[in-house]
């Protein structure tokens, strides 16, 4: 780009990162034959009640604007939904707001409560957009390494140290993308209590929180003591019903941030269309059961997956406890993330992400997801592991360990 170009460009857009994991999507688009496994996008078809129900809505007429802040009935029934899971109630009509995806609710809740060069700590590795969605704010992002025993062990005392008088928020994303981490409930109390001694704003992006495996319940953050006043839960219809393309998330927030998020939207999408939000409803009242039996098809691939690559030199890769994604250790492979992940795509044609799209404690892990039937998957494994044999593996070994 030329100065002369450059110059015309905001400061919010100059200041934005260039997404790895999109450039792995649209890299693997070069070559035939590829199996794809970089977007978080599950393969699995929308269920047939939801889009039932869509049919009927637009059929009935309700292709028009709603309310900034949705369809009250949609709102109810989330209020609802939170309440089973969390044992909190939010007031469907001021403390919810529908957005399109959690990526609107996102946006729309770092606009309403960052200002620029405000700190946001974040847990990493993390889902890049948090990275941007802070830096349109024109406040400043601050990975946090929380990934696995040693580094959730002290957790607490980095954040502390990281702290400013400009601090003013945390995110969390628990199950987490990329690395299928769901945080305990011993580590959200402390979290929770972190926030609460620091006057900290939390947002806790929480849309995994139905594709959980084994025994580990899933916890909120948002149920802990202080929580209610100073966080805002995200939450989505893409992951839970594979739902995508419909464009439903929303948030749940005290009121005065729901309202002022809702005043924003008016001005970025005004709502988010009606058949969308009515076909979001049905998957929230009465899709229980469709979600389970997704959430049993990313297990059996994950575990599968996961089996198939601990069996392959240089690569170790743990079950997740939630997600579809696996978060594979590359590092005795000699290749960084990059490398492993570009030379993979050339050579065999699998495209996965570097884990260093996720935060610079991300490299030497690539994320995979299991968004792919299991034969994909075996043709997966079965070409990373023509690619890793052709690699020295043996004597990167002895060097790393
Ligand atoms: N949050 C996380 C952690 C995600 O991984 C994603 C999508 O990959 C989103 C939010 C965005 O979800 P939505 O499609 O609801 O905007």
Redesign the pocket.
């Known amino acids: 780009m030329g100065e002369k170009s450059r110059a015309e460009l905001s400061r919010v857009s100059l200041a934005l990162e260039p997404q790895l994991v999109r450039a792995l999507f649209m890299k693997a688009k070069e070559f035939d034959d590829v199996i794809d496994l970089t977007l978080?996008d599950p393969d699995l078809p929308t269920p047939a009640r939801v889009i039932d129900a869509a049919h009927s809505a637009m059929s009935s007429g309700k292709t028009h604007y709603t309310a900034n802040a949705g369809l009250p009935g949609f709102r109810k029934a989330i209020s609802d939904d939170i309440y089973r899971r969390l044992g909190v109630r939010y007031n469907p009509a001021s403390e919810i707001i529908v957005t399109?995806?959690?990526?609107?609710a996102?946006q729309l809740s770092a606009q309403s409560l960052l200002n620029p060069d405000d700190e946001v700590l974040i847990l990493a590795p993390h889902?890049p957009?948090y990275t941007n969605i802070v830096k349109m704010c024109l406040a400043k992002p601050i990975d946090i390494p929380s990934y696995g025993e040693s580094e959730l062990a002290t957790l607490i005392p980095r954040l502390r140290q990281a702290l400013t008088p400009r601090t003013r928020m945390l995110i969390i994303?628990s199950p987490c993308?990329p690395s299928g981490q769901a945080l305990s409930w011993e580590t959200l109390n402390e979290l929770a209590a972190f926030a609460v001694n620091h006057n900290l704003l939390v947002i806790s992006?929480e849309?995994?929180h139905t594709i959980t495996y084994g025994a580990q319940k899933h916890e909120s953050i948002l149920g802990f003591e202080g929580m209610a006043a100073r966080g805002v839960l995200?939450d989505?219809?893409?992951?839970r019903f594979s739902m995508?393309g419909w464009?439903v998330?929303f948030a749940a927030a005290p009121a005065h941030v729901i309202g002022k998020m809702t005043e924003l939207q008016e001005h970025v999408s005004s709502c988010v269309a009606p058949f969308s939000q009515l076909a979001a409803m049905e998957a929230l009242i009465a899709g229980e059961e469709d979600a389970r039996a997704m959430t049993a098809i990313f297990k059996r691939r994950c575990t599968y997956l996961a089996a198939r690559l601990n069996g392959i030199p240089g690569i170790s890769c743990r079950m997740p406890v939630a997600t579809f994604y696996l978060f594979a250790d590359i590092r005795a492979t000699g290749l960084d993330s990059m490398a492993f992940a570009y030379q993979l795509l050339e050579q065999e044609r699998v495209a996965l992400v570097p884990g260093n799209a996720f935060g610079a404690c991300g490299e030497g892990y690539v994320r995979i997801a299991c968004t792919v039937p299991e034969e994909k998957l075996e043709q997966a494994a079965a070409r990373i592991r023509r690619f890793t044999g052709n690699l020295k593996i043996a004597d990167n070994q002895a060097a790393i360990g």
């Open positions: 978080g399109p995806g959690a990526m609107g996102l889902w957009n994303n993308n992006d849309v995994y995200v989505s219809m893409s992951k995508t464009r998330g």
